[in-house]
């Protein structure tokens, strides 16, 4: 039963508890129920990717209507493999949240904070597991609306500003993938996906079809925040409450990569890519974004905001594998998807914890606060060098595949873009370790405290996982090379 | 210990550092404890490599597999003669610094020991298994690791200055490192399809000649630790450190760490026969012969002790750096010498230099006139050691200059003998002045009774146990030079 029913559950499981949280006292139970569901989740959505990861896919049709009348639910490793990250970050997010929020978030909201979470999970996990280019719509603004809602929860009144802006630009981009859809449904009379794909080539030459390719390619680049459409994510990343930020840095983005995949490699295929300007745009886009957005890291004096920044310049690491469209380079796109989400996730967590404790995010606040909080200290030190790519942490082999890849395709260029990041990376990661490491000697000693154990445990799982994958990529590189070959191949 | 298989005391070498670290930071507030753990810990650990010494030298080439990375790629660790070289002069002065570093550290009241004997530790640790990595990505992966955990040793006594330098430090070796070695090491592996280090190099026959000169500046250069100009700066920055950490770390642990790697790329990844071949060394030499010049030049004009020995040691690296690119049989048997006889002899000085700032206060080398007759100790250990880096018997650094020279004179580079040869002339002018001036200049006035007096008695004995050291490696330097030849000839 479980079984059969599996992928439709990693959905429908948080999207029933919403309403419920919803209704429940504000409190620790709206927390409880919410962190059970997201954990039975994740446990599926393990279980799904042990199901689909020697190669096979998964079809679950909705309501049982056969697709392509009906919605589909198509599982392959590669969306098993995403589903997997938003469902384990949110697993453990959401021990972190009980501590943050009550600090953070005033308590009358506390059980409608925990259901805009609940749904903006069903969000993200739906895009993932639906096989419907138009059900992507739908859950993207599930996701999308609940987002811009925890977005305005933030402490300062700024936040308010940030959401908006976020939804403004969200919109936009939600309605240009909207028009792109539109325009493959008046061409192609279906929006299944897999159908898509059988029909398109045919139609290839059509004026239609390339405008809507545009459009959905540009509503995706702004969803997921690909340099210069990323205008949206500082603020809203800065500004958001420390657990949304954790969340949306180590998800949301990332989600968004993948319907980029999805669309490009299973809908329209990379022959059809290759005959447009898109990949060498991209590559243009990422080589740009890489750098400049590296900088503009390196000159924030907020680490919430400057850790916003390299996560641009990240998003430029992952659509450069796109850009490739090479075996090697769709590898190190999902490699990175998967491990920017912890490196990030695990950094987030850290200055969390920080501002639960001096209630400011802003880095000439945390001098010296190495001493007095070692076990924060030393998360922001790990999860820093995975973000700079040292050996033996996750980063480094996102590094490596995305090296090789470029070196595959003798592009000297971008090898040297890539290189030179992780220096820009060593110089802003280092920028935070030095504020926390020194203290100045005009600095009064102040009595603060670690951080509570219940911020300090879900940071350091992931901190443990930015280490535990930089020396065994089974799951990583062998899942992802076990998608990218469904992705390039055939797409029957 | 000799019932243990060898495998096992190679692990335990390497782990015993790591797991000693933790329970130094436990011991924090008792400082008795705490130095007796490093200094057990360091004793085990000679103990190890001096076991494991005898064991290689009987021909065991223990090997350990650990676990695949990424396909084809994994951790793995092997003891081989060159590897073998290293770790024993690692590990055996591992505890004579800990002796010297107790005496300094308490003499000198340094602030937060504990963090200081903690990332020592992880510190050898990491160099210990760099030196028994069996392929490139575990060595690059120790090298990493060895570059983070000596940072807080770098940075330790948290001023701007020391700030300043730690940035010196961690731009150049993770830079260099990230930029230039990475990328190598991944077209070594796109081109060869491995890693592993092999007798007689993996990229003959797959590398097109043609690009060797350009693969091997980008390892020459990657590998920032041998301080090949114009990426040495971070070498005198370092000098910031408290003394043992310039002692074993900036002169014997971390940079050999760099000239190691050199060698080894130079031996196992290219092979001496397809550097000499293909020509890949053939412009390098300069920038290495140029190196050994200007770091002996640049040492003259430092007044400050530990600047004029950083900047002798940025000298005597490229002495090996230069024995690799050669790459003729006697030059990399004179290279891997001169990794144990530049260390002992090196090691000393510092110590020397420490012992003076703990018992005189004093940092630079214009105030030193006639301290040496109230710490003739000290300045006769510093005059060994001096004398032994100039490459004068009866002291070891005879040995491997000897061989570096001969190896010049095999590859008929007689513009490169006279480097050798100028370089030692300088070494004596900015070395032995030193000496001189402790024992023969009048002492400056109002110094007379100021009651300074010999070091406390864990730096003397450090420091004559290493300058014993100098002396016998010249008449007994076999252990030394037998490593080096099995590992430069094969088995």
């Known amino acids: 039963m479980i079984e059969t029913h599996l992928s439709l559950l990693i959905v429908v499981l948080p999207l029933l508890a919403a309403p419920l949280v919803a209704i429940l006292p504000n409190g620790r139970l709206a927390w409880a129920v919410s962190s059970i569901t997201t954990f039975v989740v994740f446990l599926l959505a393990w279980q799904q990717l042990v199901n689909v990861a020697s190669g096979n896919i998964i079809s679950y049709e909705l309501g049982g209507w056969a697709p392509p009348w009906g919605i589909e639910y198509r599982i392959d490793a590669a969306n098993a493999l995403v589903a997997l990250i938003v469902a384990g970050i949110a697993a453990v997010t959401l021990p972190y949240a009980l501590r943050s929020v009550e600090k953070e978030i005033s308590k009358p909201q506390h059980s409608l904070f925990y259901s805009a979470f609940m749904l903006c999970l069903t969000g993200l996990l739906g895009i993932t597991q639906t096989g419907d280019i138009f059900n992507v719509f739908v859950f993207l603004e599930i996701s999308s609306l609940s987002t811009y809602a925890l977005i305005s929860l933030g402490k300062k009144r700024q936040a308010l500003t940030a959401a908006y802006q976020y939804l403004i630009m969200g919109t936009i981009g939600a309605t240009f993938f909207l028009i792109g859809v539109g325009l493959l449904y008046a061409m192609t009379g279906t929006l299944n996906m897999n159908d898509l794909s059988q029909r398109l080539p045919d139609l290839v030459e059509h004026r239609t079809i390339q405008t809507a390719f545009a459009f959905i390619m540009v509503g995706f680049a702004l969803k997921l925040a690909l340099f210069p459409l990323h205008l949206w994510l500082p603020n809203a990343y800065t500004y958001a409450p420390s657990v949304i930020t954790v969340f949306l840095a180590a998800t949301a983005t990332k989600v968004a990569v993948y319907v980029m995949l999805r669309v ?186 670690e951080a509570p154990l219940m911020l300090l445990v879900p940071t350091w799982i992931l901190v443990i996982a930015n280490i535990y994958f930089g020396l065994d990529t089974e799951l990583t590189v062998g899942t992802a090379e076990v998608a990218v070959k469904l992705l390039l191949g055939d797409p029957q | 210990m000799m019932s243990i298989s060898s495998e096992n005391l190679m692990i335990l070498a390497m782990l015993l550092p790591l797991v000693a670290t933790p329970l130094i930071v436990f011991a924090d507030r008792r400082p008795n404890l705490r130095e007796s753990i490093t200094l057990i810990t360091a004793a085990i650990v000679a103990l190890l490599v001096i076991t494991l010494f005898t064991r290689v030298q009987a021909g065991e080439r223990p090997q350990l597999e650990l676990f695949e990375v990424m396909p084809g790629i994994d951790i793995s660790f092997t003891i081989e003669p060159l590897g073998m070289l290293f770790a024993l002069v690692a590990g055996t002065l591992w505890f004579v610094t800990s002796v010297y570093a107790i005496g300094y550290m308490r003499g000198h009241n340094e602030k937060n020991q504990t963090r200081f004997y903690a990332s020592f530790a992880v510190a050898i640790s990491s160099t210990l298994a760099a030196a028994f990595s069996d392929n490139l990505f575990t060595l690059f992966l120790c090298y990493e690791i060895l570059t983070i ?184 048997i004179g290279a891997s010498m001169h990794i144990a006889m530049h260390a002992s002899a090196k090691i000393t000085l510092f110590f020397a230099a420490g012992a003076i700032m703990v018992a005189a206060h004093k940092t630079n080398i214009s105030q030193l006139n006639g301290l040496g007759r109230r710490m003739p100790l000290t300045f006769a250990a510093f005059t060994i050691g001096s004398l032994s880096i100039i490459g004068l018997p009866p002291f070891g650094g005879m040995w491997s200059k000897w061989y570096l020279a001969l190896g010049t004179v095999q590859a008929e580079q007689w513009v490169l003998l006279g480097v050798f040869m100028l370089s030692s002339i300088l070494n004596i002018a900015y070395l032995l002045p030193i000496a001189a001036r402790g ?35 010249f008449f007994y330097p076999d252990p030394v030079y037998n490593l080096a030849t099995l590992a430069v000839k094969g088995n």
């Open chain 2, 149 to 332: 955990s000596t940072y807080p040793l770098v940075t330790h006594s948290g001023t701007e200055e020391a700030k300043r330098s730690g940035r010196i430090y961690l731009g150049i070796l993770l830079g260099t490192s990230i930029g230039l070695q990475l990328l190598a090491i991944l077209i070594t592996w796109s081109v060869a399809g491995t890693l592993d280090f092999t007798e007689g190099g993996i990229l003959a026959g797959k590398l097109d000649p043609a690009y060797a000169a350009l693969l091997y500046a980008l390892f020459i250069f990657g590998i920032g630790k041998a301080a090949v100009m114009p990426f040495h700066k971070w070498l005198p920055a370092a000098m910031v450190a408290p003394t043992p950490v310039s002692a074993l770390l900036h002169a014997v642990a971390v940079v050999k760490a760099g000239v190691f790697t050199v060698l080894k790329v130079t031996i196992y990844i290219f092979g001496s026969d397809f550097i000499l071949s293909s020509g890949a060394s053939e412009w390098l030499i300069w920038f290495a012969a140029t190196t050994v010049l200007l770091g002996s030049l640049i040492a003259m004009t430092k007044d400050n002790l530990k600047a004029r020995l950083a900047y002798s040691t940025v000298s005597q690296l490229s002495y090996i750096v230069l024995g690799a690119l050669i790459a003729t049989e006697m030059s990399l």
């Open chain 1, 264 to 449: 490009i490699f299973t809908v329209f295929g990379f022959s059809f890519i290759e005959n447009t300007p898109t990949d060498e745009l991209f590559l243009l886009l990422c080589v740009a974004g890489i750098l400049i957005m590296s900088f503009y890291a390196i000159n924030q004096r907020d680490s919430k905001r400057l850790l916003a920044y390299s996560s641009v310049a990240q998003i430029g690491y992952m659509m450069l594998g796109i850009g490739f469209g090479s075996m090697l380079g769709l590898t190190a796109t999902l490699v990175h998807l998967f491990n920017h989400a912890l490196m990030k996730g695990a950094l987030f967590m850290a200055i969390g914890a920080i501002v639960y404790r001096i209630g400011s995010s802003r880095i000439e606040d945390m001098a010296g606060l190495g001493k007095q909080m070692p076990w924060t200290f030393a998360a922001i030190i790990i999860g820093g060098l995975s973000l700079i790519g040292v050996p033996g942490t996750a980063g480094f082999i996102s590094k490596w595949y995305l090296v090789l890849a470029a070196i595959e395709q003798q592009n000297w260029l971008i090898v040297a873009v890539i290189l030179i990041g992780s220096l820009l990376a060593v110089i802003y990661v280092w920028k935070l370790i030095e504020a926390l490491y020194f203290r100045t000697a005009a600095e009064p000693v102040n009595n603060i405290k």
């Open chain 2, 439 to 473: 024992f023969f200049s009048p002492s400056a006035q109002g110094e007379q009774d100021t009651g300074i007096k010999e070091a406390p008695l864990p730096i003397l004995l450090a420091m004559s146990f290493t300058s014993l050291i100098c002396v016998a490696l």
